[in-house]
């Protein structure tokens, strides 16, 4: 849930987003139906790329997390806050270990932002991540 | 953990669900935000 509110606060600044020449893309390492059903049921608009091999996701630091960060409090208190707020827990139905993130490449192609989450809701700030494209305004 | 911060990206070819290939360059004179799910489940 917490990377599905991520995008969530994502898609309320898509209009900056368009504005500053920023093109989104998920990427996921599940595949066949998840990946379907996720893209249907969300209504997802960006390209959803998979990552079977999770190559793209070990590149950028991205790997197992630990017990800790991924059932400690702060896990729990953000669950909590989603539950309260009307949003329904789902079986996790692949590796609930595998860390996300977000990075952040520029026209030339250079990476400018590279986030790694050391738990579900750890994410950088939308406006962390429109920093680097300010010029872009 | 490698920081690439300031470091040309990692080049890819990924498929979407329909099996469309993206390509890093695709996304040249483009800013591109890659969103690293959790699981989708």
Redesign the interface.
């Known amino acids: 849930m917490p990377c599905q509110e991520h995008l969530s606060q994502l898609r309320q600044h898509n209009r900056q987003l368009e504005e500053r020449n920023i093109k989104v893309c998920v990427v996921t390492f599940d595949s066949g139906p998840l990946v379907m059903a996720y893209v249907r049921d969300t209504q997802l608009t960006w390209p959803l790329l998979v990552d079977h091999e999770r190559t793209l996701y070990q590149a950028y630091g991205m790997h197992q997390g630990t017990w800790w960060n991924l059932y400690g409090p702060s896990t729990i208190g953000v669950y909590l806050k989603l539950l309260w707020r009307g949003r329904r827990l789902q079986r996790p139905g692949s590796d609930v270990h595998q860390l996300g993130g977000d990075v952040l490449i520029d026209p030339e192609g250079i990476v400018n932002i590279q986030y790694t989450g050391v738990g579900p809701a750890d994410r950088p700030k939308i406006s962390t991540l429109l920093e680097p494209t300010d010029s872009w305004k | 953990?490698?920081?690439?911060?300031?470091?040309?990206?990692?080049p890819?070819v990924?498929?979407?669900?329909l099996g469309q290939p993206?390509r890093?360059?695709d996304?040249?004179?483009?800013?591109?935000?890659?969103?690293?799910?959790?699981?989708?489940?």
Do not use: C, I
């Open positions: 953990m490698q920081n690439r911060v300031g470091k040309p990206a990692v890819f990924l498929y979407g669900v993206h890093l360059e996304y040249r004179d483009h800013w591109l935000l890659l969103v690293f799910h959790r699981h989708l489940g």
